[in-house]
């Protein structure tokens, strides 16, 4: 099922163009990378499409419902978004049980379930144990894990992740680009992943999306690598 399709997007900064002539689709059941060289506007990419910034033209359609015809949740991670201060009052198990609660509502009481699904969603970024730990007392790469712990918590079909592995060691990186790929095709997530490591993340991707140039022309999606193959656009 297609959950998002972007159609001739151009974005300008005042009047200093970025990106032009911009197509990519993101689909149920996909795991997409999204790479290009330092100032490729990826970040500004993702924001255009999620309607965070306004595009000059072009069109960008996102599916109202997901797979199960339910309404479609989309989760999206900042850049470096995990900067907590010291003085942060949460525990790691309360900051990720935050996420569970817009899909119940902020005064409805969470189920067995729900706190299951908290437990799973600690479990899975490595951070039960660290569980009762203050955030702000937290290393930047546990604080990156338990960020990404909450957007599983809230259990989104789409997730969109601007960096995710900073701060994480190549161990823990291995571990959630094959828990991505479980979610993605074991329970039809979609995930679009800016990445400036494509080559670690490639064998569990789907796709990769590419943003070059040439000269001074403003970033285009050039084509699209995939395991069966390449695609120009």
């Not at 338990?146 to 823990?172: H, N, Q, Y």
């Amino acid at each position: 099922m297609r959950y998002i399709t972007v159609e001739n997007l151009a974005f300008h900064y005042d009047k200093e163009p970025v990106l032009e002539d911009i197509h990519y689709h993101l689909d149920s059941g996909e795991f997409v990378t999204l790479t290009g060289e330092n100032g490729a506007a990826k970040t500004t990419l993702i924001k255009a499409s999620l309607g965070i910034l306004t595009p000059k033209v072009g069109k960008v359609t996102l599916s109202p419902t997901n797979t199960q015809g339910k309404k479609l949740r989309i989760a999206y991670l900042p850049q470096q978004i995990a900067s907590f201060n010291a003085g942060f009052p949460s525990t790691v198990y309360e900051f990720v049980k935050s996420g569970r609660y817009p899909r119940k509502g902020w005064f409805r009481r969470l189920t067995a379930h729900d706190e299951e699904h908290i437990r799973a969603s600690l479990e899975s970024v490595g951070m039960w144990e660290h569980r009762h730990s203050r955030i702000g007392s937290l290393s930047g790469g546990q604080k990156q894990r338990a960020v990404i712990g909450r957007l599983f918590a809230s259990d989104p079909d789409i997730f969109v992740l601007d960096e995710p592995t900073t701060g994480m060691d190549a161990g823990t990186k291995e571990e959630f680009y094959k828990l991505m790929h479980h979610n993605v095709h074991q329970h039809g997530k979609a995930i679009l992943m800016i990445t400036h490591d494509p080559d670690e993340v490639k064998k569990y991707a789907d796709r990769n999306i590419h943003l070059v140039r040439n000269q001074d022309s403003p970033w285009r999606c050039f084509n699209i690598h995939s395991r069966e193959g390449e695609t120009h656009v």
